[in-house]
């Protein structure tokens, strides 16, 4: 059982490079979200698809796409790198009526 | 402008104490908070969790006491035990348990537990 499942776990790119990061979950789950953690931040929501085929902005947008591919399935696109942008990202998903989210093991990304 | 706040950014514990991981918030409209632990290069794990209607909210040796004329809620860990060392978030909604798209989470509280 493998839960949620990010890819790639770690990768670097230069300023103005795009990338997409992969997110799956096999738990049936309605709901699918985008975290970034900083230091000193703590965990900020970027995007959550409530429902399959349903997008939504969370606390940082700026500089991201997202895409609710099937009901497993929700990337994050990055078109345009920036320093800023290194962070540690974590894909979650929730069960439609649960309050808990169940998170990914993260993908580090450093922009150069 | 920080919604939940996790003042301690660190705690140290003896091993058989209590821990006691602190979290505050200022929106009073959320009702329903959360605690997720978080190992290095892991993704945080769900804890506990407490709807604002309960004040006390317990699951073996983890217990979350929730004040909302304070707007304080606290992680008890009792008693403390070396492979809780780990950070912990504070995670706050404003949807109650069956809406979480929007938790807000705190900046954590890193606890170590020594022998």
Not at chain 1, 54 to 77: A, C, H, I
Not at chain 2, 30 to 54: C, Q
Not at chain 2, 73 to 95: E, N, T
Request: aromatic share 12%; glycine share 8%; net charge positive.
């Amino acid at each position: 059982n493998a839960g949620v499942t990010q890819t790639p776990k770690f990768q670097v790119l230069k300023t103005g490079q795009s990338m997409t990061l992969q997110c799956a979950q096999d738990m049936n789950h309605n709901s699918m979200y985008w975290y970034r953690q900083d230091p000193g931040m703590g965990l900020r929501l970027i995007y959550y698809s409530a429902s399959e085929g349903t997008t939504d902005k969370g606390e940082v947008p700026n500089g991201y796409n997202v895409s609710r591919l099937n009901k497993r399935e929700f990337s994050l696109r990055l078109e345009s790198a920036a320093p800023s942008q290194t962070s540690v990202y974590f894909c979650a998903s929730r069960a439609r009526g649960l309050g808990e989210l169940f998170f990914g093991e993260g993908s580090r990304l450093t922009v150069l | 402008d920080q919604q939940v706040k996790q003042n301690s950014p660190s705690l140290s514990v003896q091993e058989g104490r209590i821990s006691i991981l602190n979290c505050d918030y200022t929106n009073s409209m959320f009702d329903y908070f959360l605690w997720y632990k978080k190992y290095p290069a892991e993704g945080p794990t769900f804890l506990i969790s407490i709807s604002s209607i309960k004040d006390k909210n317990e699951d073996g040796r983890f217990t979350v006491f929730l004040n909302k004329s304070a707007k304080h809620l606290s992680l008890h860990i009792v008693p403390s035990q070396p492979g809780d060392s780990a950070v912990y978030f504070c995670a706050a909604s404003a949807g109650g348990s069956y809406n979480t798209d929007k938790l807000i989470f705190g900046t954590g509280t890193r606890l170590q537990v020594f022998p």
